[in-house]
Structures are given as structure tokens and as C-alpha cells.
């Protein structure tokens, strides 16, 4: 199927292109950012070869959702979404950690305590939890962020202020908003029988200084969810948990050998297990957003994104 996985659009007043792992952000004059989320799959902080229908579609349209389901409570740069893939908001000078915070034992957290670690990112962890567990509190657990090709490395606040990557006035601002989003999420997500697990939050400051909400937010390829029938009893009986997020990918490349390690190599993607991931995207935005997902018409998708950016920076 037509994906987009990369792009080379040239906008009028583009001044710049950033290329993450998976979206492509144009600097439009150095006034506006104009986000392209791509079909790219990443995990492990490797892009995966080939390119996952709809992906972008979803992070993008999700990501939108809670950013308007947000705003009353943490300010945002977004401003229009022209195309499903794409976003545009005001540049911003991004901070250079990403605020994670963890409502149960999941994921890399969990990894980390099976191995005997009891201290993530200078918080403290209780004996006697299982995986999945939910933690006494929510915990804020930063990671750096890297840059291409580089992994992200969890970091404490402590170590975040003493090397000045963040003022200590900004990191207060960033520590409530992280807490006020993950809160407003895990509400949102009862309310759609679903368990916000973890996620991360990235904020950055506007050219008047102001702290916002940048990126993403709530997608599965930067939160985990849980379903919450059954949660109770799947722990007390020692099972896997039922999720919606990008772990199911994790989990597959780790039994094929494969955790970004040096030397190992991306199991064989083939046609079906790449609609298997597509359709599994898709269940997940229905769970998430509680609406039928529409697909945008993929036949065109580089002309159909670059038509309708420039016809909205005509506007601006």
C-alpha cells in the first residue's frame, strides 16, 4: 500500500527541514513549524524498514484530539491541522528532555526493576511489585533527548538541574503541566475503559517565552494503555495485560531477536504482519478517540499533503 516515509517538500518561506524518527518538521519562516507525521515505525529508537499504512493518519489525528481536549489546562503550538498527516503550529525552542511519567510498573520500568534496579531516575521504588503493577503514585521519570541516531538516556531532575539543561523555575512549570496532562488523560481514558499506563510529554518555549506543549500527546506510539476490564484479574492471576499501545511491536521484534542492540538485525517485516500492525493502529485509535476511523485517500499522498499545506500557508 502507498505509505509515506519520507518527504522533500519545498514550501514557500521554508527556511529548514528537522527529520525525527518519525515526523518531518518544516521551519516556515522561522515563525511556523509545519509537522508531517510519516508512516515510519519506530521502536527501540531504530526506524523499522518499511512503512506502516495510516500511522501518521493516526498519530496525527489523535495527537490533535487531545491537544484540544488539553488546552484549557496546559497552552499548546498547534494552530491547524490542513492535511491528516500534518500539523502547524508556532516554532518553538524545544527542551531538550522528554517528561515521562509512569502510572504502573510497565514497559522499560519494569525491565529495569526485573533486573533489581529500585531507583528510576532518582525516584525510589517499593519492594515486592510485579509487572503491570499499578504504583502508589504516578511517577515523572525524564529521559534526554537524544539526538538522530542516538538513544534516549533516563535522567533525574537532580542531574537535569545541575547541568543546566533546564532552569529550575522552567522544570517546575514542566513537572505541573506532565502532571496535569497525565491526569486529564487518565480521566479521558476511563472514560473509554482504557487505563492510561505511562506517556511522555515534550514541551518547548515560544519566541515570547512561553512554556507549551509541543509534538505529540496520548498517541500509542508515545503512551501505553491498558484495558481496564479485566486488569484486576489478569494481575491477580499473573497475566499479561491487555493493551493498546506500540508495545505489541516491542514485543514482537524481542522475540525475533531483536532490541536495537549492535549487531542485531530487523526481522523479516513482511506484507501481512504490516497490516497486522496497520489494523492494530486503527484499533487503537477507535479505543483512544471512541470514533470510527475515517481513511484518508493514500493514492496521492505526498500531492495530497503538499496541495494542502500550501493552500493553507496562503492563508497565513
Known amino acids: 500500500m502507498n505509505t509515506i516515509t519520507t518527504t522533500n517538500f519545498n514550501f514557500p518561506n521554508q527556511r529548514s527541514v528537522y527529520r525525527g524518527k518519525v515526523r518531518e518538521v518544516y521551519n516556515i519562516d522561522e515563525h511556523y513549524l509545519v509537522m508531517i ?28 484530539k487531545f491537544m484540544e481536549l488539553t488546552q484549557d489546562i496546559v497552552p499548546n503550538w498547534l494552530i491547524a ?41 532518582g525516584v525510589s521504588l517499593p519492594e515486592g511489585l510485579k509487572e503491570n503493577d499499578r504504583l502508589p503514585e504516578p511517577i515523572i521519570t ?17 542531574a537535569i538541574l545541575a547541568k543546566g539543561i533546564v532552569a529550575e523555575a522552567d522544570y517546575l512549570v514542566l513537572e505541573h503541566y506532565t502532571r ?8 479521558i481514558a476511563a472514560e473509554r475503559g482504557l487505563i492510561l499506563v505511562d506517556t511522555k510529554y515534550e514541551f518547548g518555549k515560544t519566541k515570547e517565552g512561553k512554556i507549551v506543549l509541543i509534538d505529540e500527546i496520548h498517541t500509542p506510539d508515545s503512551s501505553r494503555y491498558f484495558y481496564s476490564e479485566g486488569y484486576q484479574q489478569r494481575q491477580g492471576r499473573g497475566e499479561e495485560q491487555k493493551q493498546l ?5 516491542r514485543r514482537w521484534l524481542i522475540e525475533n531477536g531483536f532490541q536495537g542492540k549492535e549487531g542485531q538485525v530487523v526481522p523479516e517485516m513482511t506484507d501481512d504482519y504490516i497490516d497486522s500492525v496497520s489494523e492494530r493502529y486503527i484499533e487503537l485509535y477507535e479505543n483512544i478517540i471512541g470514533e470510527k ?11 495530497r499533503i503538499e496541495n494542502n499545506v500550501n493552500a493553507y500557508l496562503e492563508t497565513i
Open 180 to 187: 496535569a496532562l497525565f491526569e486529564r488523560g487518565t480521566q
Open 293 to 303: 476511523f475515517v481513511k484518508a485517500d493514500i493514492s496521492e499522498i505526498h500531492r
Open 37 to 64: 507525521a510519516t508512516d515510519r515505525l519506530s521502536a527501540f529508537d531504530v526506524v523499522l524498514p518499511k512503512g506502516i499504512p495510516y500511522k501518521g493518519q493516526i498519530l496525527n489525528q489523535i495527537a490533535t
Open 245 to 249: 499501545s506500540k508495545e505489541f511491536v
Open 142 to 158: 525524564p529521559t534526554t533527548k537524544a539526538d538522530n541516531g542516538e538513544h534516549d538516556e533516563d535522567i533525574s531532575r537532580e
Open 81 to 121: 491541522t490542513p492535511d491528516p498527516n500534518v500539523a502547524v503550529g508556532h516554532l518553538c525552542e524545544p527542551f531538550k528532555v522528554e517528561m515521562v511519567i509512569r502510572g504502573y510498573l510497565s514497559g522499560h520500568a519494569a525491565r529495569e526493576y526485573a533486573a533489581g534496579i529500585r531507583s528510576l531516575c
